[in-house]
């Protein structure tokens, strides 16, 4: 690219697949069917989830969770703890509880059909 300037590579793939709304969906209800939590915490989840290849920002998380507490699957609360200012923690609903188990097992049932591809694709190069 630039003259003096070192990049790092990122795996498109596990950006683009773990990035990818329909993923964040499905894995922030994973989160929080473990325990309630803070904007931040989420981003910082993802984050690790993927070794650090993408950081979701506020202004991508914030949307989705409005998005999934208007559906009903989390709701939030503003709790005053630790840090100087409260914070609005979500946690998940009955319902979001129900639509996390419907959506865990489309999300496995998908990818163990990706894998299957992934195989017939391996064997042919083979």
């Known amino acids: 690219m630039f003259k ?3 990049r790092e590579r990122k795996n498109s793939f596990i950006t683009n697949f773990f990035g990818s709304k329909e993923f964040l969906y499905f894995y922030i209800l994973h989160l929080l069917n473990a325990k309630s939590m803070y904007g931040e915490e989420i981003s910082k989840s993802i984050s690790s989830l993927i070794n650090g ?3 979701p920002n ?3 998380i914030y949307p989705m969770l ?4 208007y559906f009903g699957y989390i709701k939030g609360q503003w709790v005053a703890g630790e840090s100087k ?3 609005l923690v979500y946690e998940i609903t ?3 509880r129900f639509h996390y188990t419907s959506l865990k097992l489309d999300w496995f049932d998908n990818l163990k059909e990706f894998i299957l591809i992934l195989n017939v694709l391996n064997k042919e190069e083979g």
């Open 94 to 96: 009955e319902e979001g």
């Open 66 to 69: 409005k998005k999934l507490s």
């Open 53 to 55: 290849c993408w950081y």
């Open 58 to 60: 506020p202004g991508f």
């Open 4 to 6: 003096g300037i070192k």
């Open 85 to 87: 200012h409260p914070r």
